[in-house]
Every structure is written in C-alpha cells, then in structure tokens.
C-alpha cells in the first residue's frame, strides 16, 4: 500500500535501515473523526502507553462503542475524569462535542482543505493546538505529508538516529524534507523505529 513511500524513505540510507528493521508500514486511520480529534485530545503530552491506557478507559465508561458527541455531554467533568483524563482535558473534550452538536465544528469541511487550511480551523477551538490538529490530520484525515515538529518522539528520534545532540530547527526540517511528500510515514517509522532498535 505505501510501496512509493518506501521507495523515497529508503532513499535516505538511516531510514533505510529503520524501514528494514520495522518492515511494513501498517499506520491506520480512524474512520470516525469525531474518535480522531478526541483520541489526540487525550493523548496531548503523555506518554504512547499512558494514551493507550487513558483511551481505553475513556472508551469504556460509554460501553464497546467509541461514544458520540450527545452521549459524551451527559457525563460530567468529573465522570470523565475518571477514566484518566485531566479537568482541562475533560472539559476541551465537552466542549468539543457541543460544538460537533450545534454545527459549529463539521469534520466533512476538512476533506477538501489544505492541511494548513485545516491545522488554522483547528486550532481555533480551545484545547486544540497545532499537534494535536497534526495528529488529527494524519489519523482523521490521512494526510500522507505531515511533519508534527512538536512531537518529541519524532524530534529526538530523528537526533538520536542521526547523530545530533541540539540541532536547529532548520535541521530537522531538513531532514524531514527528504521523505516528502511521504513525511507521515516517515515520521511513523522513526516513532516505530528508533526507541525499538540499535543503530551503529
């Protein structure tokens, strides 16, 4: 499916090794964007495992179905903060759901947008910043050339496997421009890559 992809990654011989090392790319997208933009809610400055636990439990206070956004206002700050959440996130992911209900946030709008088109609508909304409208775009959206510079475990991946203790960040962008216009894979790989393997 990303055979192109992998053709310009392994242009560049340090992601040839991880491309090699991880095999094939089997990022997925989240059908619902309304589960898109709230999984990146929840995942903002924490830890791929901690996300994952605090997801879950999120998912679970509503039953084995992601919830929509009118079962999600009838819980209370503090019912979901019981799965995990912080009361600031709690209440960006209230907030979001009213806006989905009253027609203030339409996800159809962001199939025809840029994707900066889409990151300036975005983070317009409270609670919603340039990574996590990055993250929506990849996983929401499918955007194959995302590059979320404000993901640490994409820039310290990318200075641990090249060798780079406090790169500018020109440098990165650099780096990154390479994999265009398939940075989204590429960013994948490194987060797949890097912290799982050893490189000489």
């Not at 830890?47 to 998912?59: E, M, N, P, Q, T």
């Not at 490194?190 to 912290?195: P, Q």
Request: include cysteine.
């Amino acid at each position: 499916m990303h055979s192109q992809a992998i053709r310009v990654l392994k242009k560049d011989p340090k992601m040839k090794k991880i491309v090699e090392a991880v095999g094939p790319c089997t990022i997925r997208t989240i059908p619902d964007p309304f589960e898109a933009i709230i999984d990146a809610i929840i995942t903002q400055q924490i830890s791929d495992s901690a996300g994952k636990a605090i997801s879950k439990r999120f998912r679970d206070l509503f039953g084995e179905e992601f919830p929509k956004p009118f079962q999600v206002v009838k819980f209370s700050n503090a019912k979901l903060k019981s799965a995990g959440l912080s009361k600031m996130k709690a209440d960006y992911i209230l907030d979001i759901s009213k806006k989905v209900i009253k027609g203030e946030l339409n996800f159809d709008s962001f199939v025809e947008m840029t994707d900066e088109e889409v990151i300036e609508d975005l983070i317009k909304i409270r609670g919603i910043g340039r990574w996590t409208a990055e993250m929506y775009l990849i996983f929401g959206l499918g955007r194959m050339d995302v590059f979320p510079l404000g993901d640490l475990g994409l820039v310290n991946g990318i200075k641990k496997l090249y060798n780079l203790d406090d790169p500018p960040i020109e440098k990165i962008e650099k780096i990154g421009k390479k994999w265009s216009p398939y940075r989204t894979i590429g960013t994948w790989y490194i987060w797949r890559g890097v912290k799982n393997f050893q490189y000489v």
